[in-house]
């Protein structure tokens, strides 16, 4: 007790003295985490042209490094020491103290290593056993919602993603995630997996995972600038499968009899077996706070696309369906599916003729010609690449928009199913 307390003592006065130096300096934000990325490699992030040598001028990236001082060193320190610590299981002051000093860093501290370092104490605390875990119901939700509410815009969009990522981290570990197993057992495996040797029971973190507060941040992984990690997350929601493992394992086997290839994701099968009645109502019932002030359609866009029809191969457009992004198909059952085919006539795009552009839209549409295979997954492919596309393009998303939630309620299969979407739609919209 005597090193904690001196642990303590010496990660406030570290607290106290470095973590509001930036007080009050706030970052713009990207749309969304991708996009933010996306801006930087293509120099939105680069510094003012500087003249090489050979009298030439060349762009540097700005990356905004941290450089940790003797107080930062310290407290990070500090805090591996108090994670591991047994004094959180007792009530003590000293209790009361760590923990009432990760929830400053988390809502004050803009030393990203620091925040790192305290996320990742609260999110082994609280993705743990229920009977192992150290902290009260309340203290959990309190650690969950400034999570789900926390303000990235005090740090540097491409750093942050770092931190980003740790959170989406936490969520996946709550639903069982192991990368062990994934790693041994990988897409495109060609037998399937005994669900009854590698799924992860999750009953010990139902309380988790039943949470509300929790949810924000699942929701807010669909904004991952991991297509990996957005697949995985959107899976759970959609499936009702609380195990990572096992949507894993259910994505992987699907793409294995669709026809996948080497270098496929999971993200070729999208959401199978989905209804559009189904997929809508859970898309206007999500609490989309979390995402802050990113561009929060993006999430709804991709659900939308990923609920489509992704057997087969990519189908070329004809002159009937000239003004129509998506066509809905009718499968043999008779259920109206989601979108399923791209518009691909080029004939009438203007944008066909090489004169105009050098021959890359011939070659482009060459590749796509490739896909039109049933076989292979190509509808799939083409699909998850839009869908990626949509993450780095904001006039995208908002064309994909309202392209496929028009076309999304056009496949409903009653006005009265219709009207049911009515109060959600309102409440969405009415949310600041």
Same mark, same amino acid.
């Given at each position: 007790?005597? %090193? ?7 990660? /406030? ?8 130096? !930036? ?35 060349? $762009? ?30 007792? +009530?003590?002051?000293?209790? @009361? ?7 400053a860093i988390i809502d004050s501290s803009n030393s990203l290593p620091v925040l790192i370092q305290a996320v990742s104490i #609260? ?15 309340? !203290? ?35 639903? *069982? ?18 669900? $009854? ?5 999750? !009953? ?9 507060? +929790? ?10 600038? =991991? ?9 759970? /929601? ?23 290839? @080497?270098?496929?994701? #999971?993200?070729?099968? *999208? #959401? ?5 009645? %189904?997929?809508? %109502? ?16 993006? &999430? ?9 029809? %992704? ?7 004809? !002159? *009937? #369906? ?22 691909? $006539?080029?004939? =009438? &795009? ?15 549409? @060459? ?66």
């Amino acid at each position: 007790n005597r %090193h904690i307390q001196g642990a303590t003592s010496q990660a /406030s006065i570290a607290s106290s003295v470095q973590h509001m130096a !930036e007080d009050g300096h706030h970052h713009q934000l990207a749309a969304t985490p991708t996009l933010g990325i996306f801006e930087a490699a293509c120099g939105l992030g680069f510094k003012p042209p500087c003249q090489v040598g050979n009298g030439g001028f060349k $762009n540097e990236i700005v990356i905004e490094n941290e450089i940790l001082g003797a107080s930062l060193k310290s407290l990070i320190s500090s805090l591996r020491l108090l994670g591991s610590s047994c004094s959180l299981l007792t +009530f003590s002051s000293t209790r @009361k103290t760590i923990i009432k000093m990760l929830g400053a860093i988390i809502d004050s501290s803009n030393s990203l290593p620091v925040l790192i370092q305290a996320v990742s104490i #609260i999110g082994n605390w609280v993705t743990s056993d229920i009977q192992r875990m150290p902290l009260t119901k309340s !203290e959990r939700e309190g650690f969950l919602w400034q999570l789900a509410s926390f303000d990235f815009q005090r740090l540097p969009e491409v750093s942050s993603q770092a931190l980003g990522d740790m959170m989406c981290c936490i969520v996946l570990s709550a639903y *069982g995630y192991n990368p062990s197993i994934i790693q041994e057992f990988p897409f495109g495996l060609s037998k399937c997996i005994n669900s $009854n040797d590698f799924s992860h029971h999750l !009953e010990h973190r139902e309380h988790i995972v039943k949470d509300e507060t +929790f949810h924000l941040l699942l929701v807010s992984s669909l904004l991952s600038s =991991n297509p990996y990690v957005r697949s995985l997350c959107m899976g759970i /929601s959609s499936t009702q499968v609380d195990d990572c493992i096992l949507v894993h394992e259910i994505l992987s086997n699907i793409a294995n009899e669709r026809g996948c290839r @080497k270098g496929d994701s #999971i993200d070729i099968v *999208g #959401i199978p077996n989905i209804t559009p009645s %189904h997929v809508l %109502h859970q898309v206007l019932q999500f609490n989309f706070e979390a995402l802050g002030k990113r561009l929060w359609t993006t &999430a709804i866009v991709d659900v939308l696309l990923a609920s489509g029809n %992704h057997i087969g191969g990519v189908r070329l457009g004809h !002159e *009937g #369906i000239d003004h129509q992004i998506f066509v809905t198909h009718t499968d043999g059952k008779g259920i109206n599916s989601c979108p399923g085919y791209l518009r691909l $006539n080029y004939k =009438n &795009a203007g944008l066909g003729l090489d004169e105009y552009d050098a021959g890359f839209y011939s070659s482009f549409t @060459k590749v796509l010609k490739s896909e039109r295979s049933g076989d292979l997954c190509g509808r799939g492919r083409c699909i998850a690449a839009i869908r990626n596309l949509v993450h780095g393009d904001v006039n995208t998303c908002q064309s994909m928009l309202e392209i496929c939630f028009q076309a999304a309620w056009q496949c409903l299969p009653s006005n009265r199913e219709r009207a049911s979407l009515i109060e959600p739609l309102e409440r969405l919209i009415a949310k600041p």
